[in-house]
């Protein structure tokens, strides 16, 4: 029997739709051997998650983080996933709380600012379309459809809150160096998120992962829902060039990306069980030189 994996899953910790516990009651209903949950900034599901999980036998939670960080070279952030965090490292979650704070503060403001320029749109409005998780720009984009604003989420990224739209307001972020020596300082494997979504040609892709290797880079995200055959394939061939592990997840959000299913993404997504078991080799030798 083929065993089922996804390594890249959000929970209502973030902006996902299912809540921790939810996720892995869908996972295990699904059939999947090992599921990572990895919310946007915030390891805040994962304790909900692994207590789930014990219900279940032959089902393994990775706990996971996937860290937004600035970049000069596109217009969008810049994602480096975590894999097998320590959740009690109280080093960890210490800056870890400073990056949500700083979250929270560029939340106000982009009530007020909204406000300032007509937006029928209050804090209120925003927490309703989170169940206690990290506010990101996903809910202010709901709470905009649910108010009749736009029309759907999407337009409230192109129209309003996407990068360098009128009501895009930049929050403290880490650099990818800082969120890969946080990762591996906490024990964890760091590995760059959906690159193909940057819309970077393939040299300074290839200058990106040359820099990232050199602050200790594990891995790349190279099966992932929305890529081509020959994205793929280019990836693959930039994994090899560099030394990374290959990995992938349907970056599953439940109705907040509907037709993205778990471990299946569009349909077609097959994760080989083989990616887990490398990506724990390369935890176990990180935990050794920390």
């Known amino acids: 029997m083929t065993k089922i994996i996804d390594l890249h899953t959000h929970t209502t910790a973030s902006d996902g739709t299912y809540s921790p516990e939810a996720l892995i009651d869908y996972a295990y209903e699904k059939g999947l051997s090992s599921i ?10 994962i304790q909900a998650a692994l207590n789930q999980a014990k219900k279940y036998e032959d089902l393994e939670v990775i706990p996971g983080i996937e860290y937004s960080t600035n970049s000069d070279l596109c217009k969008s952030d810049i994602h480096i996933l975590g894999y097998y965090m320590n959740i009690h490292d109280q080093n960890f979650t210490s800056k870890l709380n400073h990056l949500i704070k700083s979250r929270e503060l560029r939340n106000v403001k982009l009530v007020e600012l909204m406000q300032s320029k007509g937006l029928p749109i209050t804090m209120a409005d925003i927490v309703a379309t989170s169940e206690d998780g990290v506010i990101t720009r996903a809910h202010f984009a709901k709470a905009m459809e649910n108010l009749g604003i736009v029309k759907n989420m999407n337009k409230a990224f192109e129209k309003y809150i996407g990068d360098g739209k009128p009501f895009y307001i930049e929050r403290e972020k880490v650099s990818q160096q800082m969120a890969i020596e946080m990762i591996i300082n906490n024990g ?25 290797v050199t602050y200790g880079l594990k891995g790349i995200e190279g099966i992932y829902s929305t890529y081509r055959t020959h994205e793929t394939q280019y990836i693959a061939d930039m994994a090899k060039d560099h030394g990374l592990l290959i990995t992938g997840g349907s970056d599953f959000h439940g109705s907040h990306k509907p037709r993205i299913d778990l471990a299946t993404g569009y349909g077609p997504l097959q994760i080989p069980y083989e990616i887990r ?7 176990q030798d990180i935990l050794k030189t920390i």
């Not at 990572?36 to 599901?45: F, K, L, P």
């Not at 690159?195 to 393939?202: D, R, S």
């Open 188 to 212: 964890g494997v760091p590995v760059i998120a959906h690159p193909v979504l940057y819309k970077l040609n393939l040299k300074k892709l290839d200058n990106l992962l040359g820099e990232l």
């Open 36 to 45: 990572a949950i990895t919310d946007h900034d915030t390891i805040a599901g």
């Open 277 to 283: 078991n490398e990506l724990y080799a390369i935890h």
